[in-house]
Nanobody, 116 residues
Framework: VQLQASGGGLVQAGGSLRLSCAASGIIFKFYGMGWYRQAPGKQRELVATITNGGSTNYADSMKVRFTISRDNAKKMVYLQMNSLKPEDTAVYYC???????????WGQGTLVTVSS
């Protein structure tokens, strides 16, 4: 199983980035997908999730600025991030989970740095 996250980088405050996660080795349509992040010195936290049926959930501080989406045909999940703030600086991780089978996988993360 591989979850390859990409799209991170350095951006100025107020800018946008689109993260992508390419999944392989899983039956993608069965999995809920999510983005989590971990800032330096902090615990990993939820950013957004999307079920295999397309229902979405966001952390309160991100629901207006971020949008999660998925493309089952391409086995991809995306995170569109707008109006970025310095406090959004973190490593962003892609997650795939299939609750019924308790299968849970993590990608390697992509670093997002927002400068003020």
């Amino acid at each position: 199983v591989q979850l390859q996250a990409s799209g991170g980088g350095l951006v100025q405050a107020g800018g946008s980035l689109r993260l992508s996660c390419a999944a392989s080795g899983i039956i993608f349509k069965f999995y809920g997908m999510g983005w989590y992040r971990q800032a330096p010195g902090k615990q990993r936290e939820l950013v957004a999730t999307i079920t295999n049926g397309g229902s979405t959930n966001y952390a309160d501080s991100m629901k207006v600025r971020f949008t999660i989406s998925r493309d089952n045909a391409k086995k991809m999940v995306y995170l569109q991030m707008n109006s970025l703030k310095p406090e959004d600086t973190a490593v962003y991780y892609c997650n795939a989970n299939w609750l019924a089978t308790k299968r849970d996988y993590w990608g390697q993360g992509t670093l997002v740095t927002v400068s003020s």
